[in-house]
């Protein structure tokens, strides 16, 4: 039987692109098949942030951070925690993904027309020991662009191999079986979905119109992961984590819905640490929600009080921004789904970022006026467009209206007025000292040590409860799932494997599908932008491999 292509690559975002994009570079003819319909060509990544771990770039240099190699192996492997017999290829993935991140990452993208926003951010800040989780220096570069400006230069390449003959785009074709002939996997059957002219990010629908079959050398899954699948994601939520929460709100499209896993599974392939998974914590409901339960993931700033739902401080080192999977581990043991940020218009109005695209228009449009405004901007539009808009926020001149907000918000008398001015006085008093025992705030005057945090994302050390900074602002947020840490087990040529360790013959995954990398490279925990690196680095492995196998 003929082939219809030298290979097939199942899921059109980033890691699909980027393994296409490698293939014709080789001259390869590739199927590139989604469920979606072309609108939303590019998947997760045109909703990103853009946000890249890069390790000792010129950036972080310009900002007198000092990087290196060894500094980003030793947060990275503190990080993970690696601790399984079947975290072999992960561990290794991680090494390369950090050889990658320090080396030809950036000259690499930067041929390609990327460029970064200069201020660099500091994710996940850990608060443990040196050899803990965290980043132990700012790393995560916002691309200039955001994630439309990540995926640019890949859906250029795979438009080019359009137009030279080499790769067929197909669209609402949902992938449900693979099969093999002659001992390798080498057909993909599935379903054509009918035509959607719904718009970029909403679920068209599910109505099936015919069926096909396709035949390829090799066949690459990019399928993504299971954060818009809250059954799978319950069904996998670790015991660690406690039980899952009763509600969440989705960080993700419902494309990203898991079911290739499956697939991928039947025919012969190993899905390794299902369990381990990386959802937000500051989650909010999208005012002008694009998908079903849109929810929006606040990145803090390190000065906001973060209350449980009882209205008790979270413990240190539990800040925002300092340590994502710690404070989902707390927040479950709380026996509540939500916690709360009691903080100010001072605060809110350097401190909020809103992750993704279409809630950051500026950088997104790559406009440095719009940039230069929103520095300048008391609180920058989105943001205020929530605490105009948004279900999650309570803004109040004084604090017993903010806390009579807060219960009625929740439908349950839980926070105590008196208990909370005693919280936030005694915070107070403490900010007054330039040391003090309080370590939330020894953090907020570190972190304003670093000139990136002093210009844009850290508020001057103020009393909360001064009328001048004032209004008053909490905001409930609630638990948002996103990304997918485990996956297909993969070796380091992107191959995958089977139960018993050996490559399922003609079958490659990478992206979210392959955990970023072997089946889990962040192993429990992520240091940030390495996501979108991992799609663009293992998708590239993908494609080059493959390349070579059919050649
Ligand atoms: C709002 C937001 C902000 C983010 N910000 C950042 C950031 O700043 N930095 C960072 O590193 N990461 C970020 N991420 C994460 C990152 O964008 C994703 O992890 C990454 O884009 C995943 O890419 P992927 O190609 O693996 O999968 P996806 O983008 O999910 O693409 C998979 C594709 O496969 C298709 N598909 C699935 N199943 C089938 C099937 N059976 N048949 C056919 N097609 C199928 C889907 O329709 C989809 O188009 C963010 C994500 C979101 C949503």
């Known amino acids: 039987m003929a082939y219809d292509a030298d290979?097939?690559?199942?899921?059109?975002?980033?890691?699909?692109?980027?393994?296409?994009?490698?293939?014709?570079?080789?001259?390869?003819?590739?199927?590139?098949?989604?469920q979606e319909p072309e609108q939303s060509l590019g998947g997760q990544a045109f909703w990103s942030l853009g946000g890249l771990f890069l390790v000792d770039s010129p950036e972080q240099?310009?900002?007198?951070?000092?990087?290196?190699?060894?500094?980003?192996?030793?947060?990275?492997?503190?990080?993970?925690?690696?601790?399984?017999?079947?975290?072999?290829?992960?561990?290794?993935?991680?090494?390369?993904?950090?050889?990658?991140?320090?080396?030809?990452?950036?000259?690499?993208?930067?041929?390609?027309?990327?460029?970064?926003?200069?201020?660099?951010?500091?994710?996940?800040?850990g608060g443990y020991d040196a050899t803990?989780?965290?980043?132990?220096?700012?790393?995560?570069?916002?691309?200039?662009?955001?994630?439309?400006?990540?995926?640019?230069?890949?859906?250029?390449?795979?438009?080019?191999?359009?137009?030279?003959?080499?790769?067929?785009?197909?669209?609402?074709?949902?992938?449900?079986?693979?099969?093999?002939?002659?001992?390798?996997?080498?057909?993909?059957?599935?379903?054509?979905?009918?035509p959607s002219a719904e718009p970029r990010g909403r679920a068209g629908g599910r109505a099936v119109v015919g069926a096909f079959e396709l035949r390829a050398q090799a066949v690459i899954v990019t399928s993504g992961g299971i954060g818009g699948n809250h059954r799978l994601v319950r069904a996998h939520w670790?015991?660690?984590?406690?039980?899952?929460?009763?509600?969440?709100?989705?960080?993700?499209?419902?494309?990203?819905?898991?079911?290739?896993?499956?697939?991928?599974?039947?025919?012969?392939?190993?899905?390794?640490?299902?369990?381990?998974?990386?959802?937000?914590?500051?989650?909010?409901?999208?005012w002008s929600p694009i998908w079903e339960n849109h929810g929006i993931r606040i990145l803090p700033g390190p000065s906001s009080l973060w209350l449980d739902a009882r209205g008790r401080r979270l413990p240190v080192p539990l800040f925002p921004g300092f340590d994502t999977l710690g404070t989902l581990e707390h927040i479950m043991r709380t026996g509540y789904h939500y916690t709360w940020f009691v903080l100010d218009r001072k605060i809110i109005g350097k401190e909020f970022a809103l992750s993704g695209s279409e809630q950051n228009p500026d950088l997104t449009g790559k406009?440095?006026?719009?940039?230069?405004?929103?520095?300048?901007a008391d609180v920058p539009a989105p943001v205020k467009a929530f605490m105009d808009h948004g279900v999650d926020f309570v803004v109040e001149k004084d604090l017993g209206a903010l806390v009579r907000g807060m219960n009625a918000l929740s439908g349950e008398p839980?926070?105590?007025?008196?208990?909370?001015?005693?919280?936030?006085?005694?915070?107070?008093?403490?900010?007054?000292?330039?040391?003090?025992?309080?370590?939330?705030?020894?953090?907020?005057?570190?972190?304003?040590?670093?000139?990136?945090?002093?210009?844009?994302?850290?508020?001057?050390?103020?009393?909360?409860l001064d009328p001048a900074a004032g209004p008053l602002i909490a905001v409930r947020l609630n638990i948002l799932t996103r990304k997918t840490l485990g996956g297909l087990e993969t070796?380091?040529?992107?191959?995958?494997?089977?139960?018993?360790?050996?490559?399922?013959?003609?079958?490659?995954?990478?992206?979210?599908?392959?955990?970023?990398?072997?089946?889990?490279?962040?192993?429990y925990r992520a240091l940030e932008g390495t996501f979108l690196g991992g799609c663009l680095f293992s998708g590239r492995t993908a494609g080059r491999a493959a390349a070579r196998a059919v050649g």
């Open 238 to 286: 670790p015991e660690r984590l406690g039980s899952p929460p009763e509600r969440m709100v989705s960080g993700v499209p419902a494309h990203v819905d898991g079911k290739m896993l499956g697939v991928a599974e039947e025919a012969g392939a190993r899905l390794i640490n299902r369990d381990r998974m990386w959802h937000y914590t500051e989650g909010i409901h999208n």
């Open 132 to 194: 803990g989780h965290g980043n132990s220096v700012p790393r995560f570069h916002i691309t200039w662009g955001t994630g439309p400006g990540v995926l640019a230069p890949f859906l250029r390449r795979v438009r080019a191999g359009v137009a030279r003959g080499l790769v067929q785009l197909r669209f609402r074709h949902r992938v449900t079986g693979l099969a093999r002939s002659a001992g390798a996997v080498d057909t993909v059957t599935g379903e054509i979905l009918e």
């Open 367 to 376: 406009s440095v006026r719009d940039v230069i405004g929103r520095a300048r």
């Open 491 to 523: 070796d380091l040529s992107s191959r995958v494997l089977t139960e018993g360790g050996d490559p399922l013959a003609g079958v490659y995954a990478a992206g979210e599908a392959a955990g970023f990398g072997g089946g889990g490279v962040h192993g």
């Open 414 to 464: 839980l926070i105590d007025e008196a208990e909370l001015r005693r919280e936030i006085v005694a915070r107070d008093r403490e900010i007054l000292n330039p040391f003090t025992k309080d370590l939330q705030v020894t953090a907020i005057r570190g972190a304003r040590r670093f000139l990136g945090d002093r210009l844009v994302r850290t508020a001057a050390p103020h009393r909360i």
């Open 7 to 34: 290979v097939i690559v199942i899921g059109a975002g980033l890691a699909g692109l980027t393994a296409t994009a490698e293939l014709v570079d080789a001259g390869r003819k590739v199927i590139l098949l989604d």
């Open 61 to 125: 240099r310009r900002l007198r951070i000092r990087d290196s190699h060894a500094l980003a192996l030793q947060d990275w492997m503190g990080t993970a925690a690696f601790d399984r017999p079947e975290d072999h290829w992960p561990r290794r993935w991680a090494e390369a993904y950090v050889d990658f991140a320090a080396g030809e990452k950036r000259a690499w993208l930067h041929r390609q027309g990327i460029r970064f926003f200069p201020v660099v951010g500091w994710a996940e800040r």
